[in-house]
């Protein structure tokens, strides 16, 4: 998704609906009343482990693949009052994925879009792919510590394209998250977004803040022994998924090649409302699908809801549905 479009898609530093309405709901109450307010909420600070988890999962999930340890970690939700057009854009074809949300019982208003980091630990390393909304909104820092991870033990961290959903929490406060990082990115999505004669805030804080800290690659090159960029254009001209393979096998990190998790992967042809180049997005998932049918690859997409990982079942000629894995508590 892209962050410089008005419209559903979440900004870097977006606050989620429930602490908007607590301010809210404080401001209003005036003085006395946020006194009062104030106590629970001060209580329910100090003792965290007493408060029920938020999110099934407790904000990430582990998946076992080859001698990888693979964990999307999720850098929360925003709220997405309709689907339809943008995750299912286009315009002669909207009857026809309203029906199959209504069919799939996928809702149509009122829902949420997903935001799913991924970390992958490999001989010993820490890769983390894409980095979330950044700014009060992301919590994918807040869910790497819950999985036990904290920031600066990061070896390596890899941007699939420039949007802000997936740069935003690069920096925290003009710093980089992650220090002790490898910055890692395909020199020609960097180059386009460092370039732009306006960027956007979200890559003036991010790419540009942290200019001199990329490393700059190409596709098909190797980011770390076992991970491999896969060109996949048109959601950015220049976007980058990435081939982790181990022990005989392996997951296609999608980024936002993925699309949606029912609409693009149900219907050739399909594009969203942020991809740069419609028809090419919609060839280039039609390849990519195929090829993670064909090699039996483990699959999860950035926008897919958690737990975001699975595999993909072809349906039918350029028809493919996702499969999430069976859910392991270990
Ligand atoms: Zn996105």
Not at 45 to 73: E, K
Not at 230 to 235: D, E, F, L, R, S
Request: glycine share 12%; hydrophobic share 40%.
């Amino acid at each position: 998704m892209s962050n410089d479009t008005p419209s559903n898609d979440t900004p870097s530093n977006a606050t989620p609906a429930r602490s908007l309405d607590r301010r809210d709901a404080l401001r209003l109450l005036g003085t006395a009343g946020v006194l009062a307010a104030a106590a629970p909420l001060a209580r329910a600070q100090t003792a965290p482990a007493a408060a029920p988890a938020t999110l099934n999962g407790n904000g990430f999930y582990r998946q076992r693949i080859g001698n990888m340890t693979v964990t999307v970690v999720s850098d929360g939700t925003s709220p997405l009052a309709a689907l339809l057009p943008t995750w299912g854009a286009n315009p002669d074809r909207q009857a026809e994925f309203a029906a199959t949300l209504a069919e799939y019982n996928v809702a149509a208003q009122n829902t949420v879009n997903h935001f799913n980091p991924v970390l992958i630990e490999l001989d010993g390393k820490r890769i983390l792919i894409d980095t979330g909304r950044g700014g009060t909104g992301g919590q994918l820092v807040g869910n790497l510590r819950r999985a036990g991870i904290e920031p600066e033990t990061i070896n390596t961290v890899f941007i699939t394209h420039g949007h802000g959903d997936h740069i935003g929490g690069l920096t925290t406060a003009g710093k980089p998250t992650f220090a002790n990082a490898q910055h890692i990115m395909g020199e020609a999505e960097f180059n386009f977004w460092v370039t732009q004669a306006t960027p956007n805030d979200a890559v003036k804080n991010n790419l540009i803040a942290l200019k001199d800290q990329f490393k700059l690659i190409q596709p098909g090159q190797e980011i770390v022994p076992g991970l491999t960029t896969v060109a996949t254009p048109g959601h950015t001209l220049n976007h980058l998924s990435v081939l982790a393979q181990s022990g005989g096998q392996g997951i296609m990190i999608l980024g936002d090649a993925g699309g949606h998790f029912l609409l693009s992967l149900k219907y050739r042809g399909a594009y969203v409302g942020f991809d740069t180049n419609g028809d090419q997005a919609a060839q280039t998932r039609q390849q990519i699908f195929d090829r993670i049918v064909s090699g039996n690859l483990w699959v999860t997409g950035y926008h897919f809801p958690f737990h975001a990982i699975g595999h993909l079942r072809r349906l039918g000629e350029g028809s493919y549905e996702f499969e999430p894995t069976v859910w392991n508590w270990s």
